[in-house]
Nanobody, 115 residues
Framework: QVQLVESGGGLVQPGGSLRLSCAAS????????MKWYRQAPGKQRELVGG???????NYADSVKGRFTISRDNAKNTVYLQMNNLKPEDTAVYYC?????????WGQGTQVTVSS
């Protein structure tokens, strides 16, 4: 079955960096677009950005220029490099894939930006 497992979250000071990973299994990873979402306390889940099977990327305006999404098809893994983190980036981060007419989500990884 499709599984997504995020890792790499943690506590970081404002201005710091983190790299999140999402390991995928159970489907042909390289042919599917992948997305990152986040959900802050009391807020709706929002799209952070995505990467297509061909490597094209798009980002929410709030993270553009600070976050970078990449993928390693040999490792079935998608990454979210987050630089210059701000307190408002605090959230649970999820990776997502739509395949077999279903949205699949990982369990999420907590990112807390605080001094």
């Amino acid at each position: 079955q499709v599984q997504l497992v995020e890792s790499g979250g943690g506590l970081v000071q404002p201005g710091g960096s983190l790299r999140l990973s999402c390991a995928a299994s159970g489907y042909f990873f390289s042919v599917y677009d992948m997305k990152w979402y986040r959900q802050a306390p009391g807020k709706q889940r929002e799209l952070v950005g995505g990467i297509t099977s061909g490597g094209s990327r798009n980002y929410a305006d709030s993270v553009k220029g600070r976050f970078t999404i990449s993928r390693d098809n040999a490792k079935n893994t998608v990454y979210l490099q987050m630089n210059n983190l701000k307190p408002e980036d605090t959230a649970v981060y999820y990776c997502n894939v739509y395949t077999r007419r279903t949205d699949y989500w990982g369990q999420g990884t907590q990112v807390t930006v605080s001094s």
